[in-house]
């Protein structure tokens, strides 16, 4: 079984900051609790696309810039922050 999630198509048509800002959202509506039961779920599994198609993004731009450097090194700066 694959633990890889399947990104709408909406979603990867976004930009990483139009999905970090409607991830934002939903995280918003599920803390605030006033959001029925299947609603909950449904944008629990939407912010669960948008989370992978973050992490996905950020992987590849970390990837990138160990290519540009040559290293870690880049990546090893932003980690101790």
């Known amino acids: ?3 890889k999630i399947e990104i709408d198509e909406d979603i ?3 930009s990483f900051e139009q999905a970090m800002t409607e991830l934002e959202s939903i995280v ?4 605030t609790g006033d959001v029925a039961l ?6 629990y599994q939407r912010g669960s696309q ?3 198609f973050c992490e996905e993004k ?3 731009a970390q990837a990138r810039i160990e290519k540009i450097t040559g290293n870690g090194a880049a990546t ?3 980690d101790s922050e």
């Open 76 to 78: 090893e700066a932003l």
């Open 50 to 52: 948008l989370r992978a």
């Open 58 to 60: 950020l992987k590849s």
């Open 38 to 43: 299947e609603e909950s779920i449904e944008i």
């Open 28 to 31: 918003d509506r599920l803390e």
């Open 1 to 3: 079984m694959s633990d």
């Open 12 to 14: 990867q048509a976004m």
